[in-house]
Nanobody, 117 residues
């Protein structure tokens, strides 16, 4: 059974930083998961892509976070991270970890990030 558990969310002032973590069980990110990603959903909005990383380490970012956010993976810990710098109030959302295994998408329960102005 695949489980993804996010952590690291919280309240931060605009301009601050947070690092989100996504720890996994039942899946090995670097071996049997084609890609992993972070998505976010703000109140009243649809869930949107933030960043992805492939099993080979290639990354992709939403235009709104390019240059501020960095996705990375620690294969030894089987954990994916999202380093978020220069946070803005519009980054406020629930952030979800996503991973694909054998064509099935798995989601964590999310972690709330609130950026105050």
């Amino acid at each position: 059974q695949v489980q993804l558990v996010e952590s690291g969310g919280g309240l931060v002032q605009a301009g601050g930083s947070l690092r989100l973590s996504c720890a996994a069980s039942g899946i090995i990110f670097s071996i049997n998961s084609r890609y992993q990603g972070w998505y976010r959903q703000a109140p009243g909005n649809q869930r949107e892509l933030v960043a992805t990383i492939t099993s080979g380490g290639s990354t992709n970012y939403a235009d709104s976070v390019k240059g501020r956010f960095t996705i990375s993976r620690d294969n030894a810990k089987n954990t994916v991270y999202l380093q978020m710098n220069s946070l803005k109030p519009e980054d406020t959302a629930v952030y979800y970890c996503n991973a694909q295994k054998f064509g099935i998408n798995y989601w964590g329960k999310g972690t709330l990030v609130t950026v105050s102005s």
